[in-house]
């Protein structure tokens, strides 16, 4: 029985010391992910990289390969934006924590994240970019804060469980096809 235990400790062990992930994800900022909470954390001060997405599969993203077990994501306070494409796919995200340093969410940041059901939006944010929520079929309720002045082309389109937005009177541009087929 006892070779078996250290048999199992030594076939596994490797598995669970790469199981947690850490990098870069901008100039000055850093990324953590906790594989036991499931948990991908962004810190630092300043923009977080823009992921391309010439082609639909954005690979290039840090996370990409293990996006289906990133569930919470916190951006911690310092960093001032939310990347083209950062969570695109991330399907079981069900909790976003967006600091109060966060300026702009970028493109497609959380496009078909289909676990997501809300999303609190800080008074930081100026800025909600073209496609940025698009897809999230479980999103329900969205509260865009005063300070943002412009929504982008399809930012929530699909969002087809979508039952209420407060759209503040600051906002000064909302783009074409922003609440599409948001039933």
């Known amino acids: 029985m006892k070779k078996l235990l250290l048999f199992s400790l030594l076939v596994f062990l490797p598995v669970l010391a790469n199981a947690d992930d850490s990098g870069k994800c901008g100039n000055n900022l850093t990324y953590t992910f906790v594989e036991a909470t499931h948990t991908l954390t962004i810190s630092g001060n300043g923009d977080m990289t823009n992921y391309n997405s010439e082609d639909m599969y954005v690979d290039n993203i840090p996370w990409y390969s293990y996006k289906e077990n990133i569930w919470t994501v916190i951006i911690e306070n310092g960093v001032t934006s939310i990347g083209n494409n950062a969570f695109y796919e991330c399907s079981n995200l069900t909790d976003i924590s967006i600091s109060n340093s966060v300026t702009t969410i970028g493109e497609a940041a959380f496009a078909f994240c289909i676990g997501l059901t809300n999303i609190n939006i800080p008074n930081s944010v100026k ?27 399809a930012a929530f389109l699909y969002c087809s469980n979508l039952r209420s937005v407060k759209i503040p009177n600051s906002i000064v541009s909302i783009g074409a ?3 599409a087929n948001c039933i």
């Open 177 to 179: 096809r922003a609440f």
């Open 127 to 153: 800025s909600i970019s073209r496609i940025a929520f698009s897809c999230c079929t479980s999103l329900t309720d969205i509260i865009i804060p005063n300070s943002v002045t412009t929504i982008g082309i």
